[in-house]
């Protein structure tokens, strides 16, 4: 069975820190790492993909990605209010996507 | 492209009644998927299409869901009878590549009272 591991939080980060958001998974042959932004009442909406072991920047987001860890983490530097969502980690090799549960994140002004 | 559309958007029914949901996936894309997502369960994979076949449908939880693609354009996911339980929101979702992004529809938030 394929897990994929987050811990469900909440995480409370104050405005303009750097949040940090953690995804272990088991299946060694994974090859492709996305992160989901879910706001209440709303669908998952994708915000970083990651492939290779390393770190993936785009704007205030920094995907890194350690496939011997079997771990891929999310920064949020500057964290604003707007940010406060559940932050769903997914992960795949060859295969559908398998999500975790995801992590609250709360940004305090 | 207007993304992947899903109606309806709210579903109250009965215990025992029929509900059916339906998706438009974006165009191109060759892969859909169907989830259900609640709080205690999170998100979960239910069946999901290639080319208009099932693929993989061991996610259903049981034989009162069933699932169709008849085209590239639409699909649909069939509850019947519908229980107290199946109360959740159901997400469609589609993609180019089995293991590529998936883009998700706005979601069904399905009541059974």
């Known amino acids: 069975q394929k897990e994929v591991e987050q811990n469900s939080g909440p995480l409370s980060v104050p405005e303009g820190a750097i949040a940090s958001l953690n995804c272990t998974y088991s299946?060694?042959?994974?090859?492709?790492f996305f992160w989901y932004r879910q706001y209440s009442g709303k669908s998952p909406e994708l915000i970083m993909s990651?492939?290779?072991?390393g770190d993936k920047e785009d704007g205030r987001f920094t995907a890194q990605l350690n496939k011997a860890s079997q771990y891929v983490s999310l920064l949020i530097r500057d964290s604003q209010p707007s940010d406060s969502a559940t932050y769903l980690c997914?992960?795949?090799?060859?295969?559908?996507?398998?999500f975790g549960k995801g992590t609250r994140l709360s940004v305090i002004a | 492209d207007a993304g992947v559309i899903q109606s309806p958007r709210h579903e109250v029914t009965e215990m025992g009644q029929e509900v059916t949901l339906r998706c438009k996936p974006i165009?191109?894309?060759?892969?859909l998927f169907w989830y259900r997502q609640t709080m205690m369960r999170g998100l979960e994979l239910l069946i999901y299409?290639?080319?208009?076949?099932?693929?993989?449908d061991s996610g259903m939880p049981e034989d009162r869901f069933s699932a169709k693609m008849p085209n590239a354009s639409f699909s649909t996911l069939k509850i019947q009878p519908s229980e107290p339980r199946d109360s959740a929101v159901y997400f469609c979702?589609?993609?180019?590549?089995?293991?590529?992004?998936?883009?998700f529809g706005p979601g069904t938030r399905l009541t059974v009272t």
């Open positions: 990651i492939y290779s072991n």
């Open positions: 299946d060694r042959v994974s090859q492709s």
């Open positions: 165009s191109g894309h060759d892969y």
């Open positions: 979702a589609s993609s180019l590549r089995t293991d590529g992004e998936q883009y």
């Open positions: 997914a992960v795949s090799g060859n295969t559908p996507l398998v």
């Open positions: 299409f290639n080319n208009n076949v099932p693929i993989d």
